[in-house]
């Protein structure tokens, strides 16, 4: 392919015949949103809260005497705004992934935990 030929003034297209994108249009249109200077600001930076992160002690807060889960909702705003502690992560995900209800108790889903295990 040379640099200075026929093929450098040609209009590359993309697409079906006749029907295609025309990319030195494009490559245009790119190049003038990149040069908006909304797009030259410092980039966003992603910070997860580690103060609103579901840790241990309030993952049990949220169960009553029999393990009946009551408070999910504050838990799943923790979970959201700043993630699960590793440590209880997998208890965490079988209830948001719907392996047990909300109303189970301990005992029941100890109980089918090992038998899924099993």
């Known amino acids: 392919m040379s640099v200075e ?3 450098s003034r040609q209009q590359w297209l993309c697409g079906k015949a006749g029907g295609g994108v025309n990319l030195q249009r494009v490559s245009s249109i ?4 990149g040069e908006q200077p909304c797009l030259h600001q410092s980039p966003i930076k992603v910070v997860i809260a580690i103060s609103k992160m579901l840790k241990p002690e309030k993952w049990q807060a949220v169960f009553d005497s ?19 502690d590793p440590s209880i992560r997998p208890e965490v995900w079988e209830f948001l992934l719907g392996c047990y209800s909300l109303s189970s108790t301990a005992d029941y889903r100890r109980e089918l935990r090992t038998a899924r295990r099993s």
């Open 5 to 7: 030929g026929e093929e």
């Open 66 to 84: 029999d393990g009946k889960a009551l408070g999910f909702q504050k838990a799943l705003k923790l979970i959201v705004l700043g993630g699960v």
């Open 30 to 33: 790119v190049r003038d949103i």
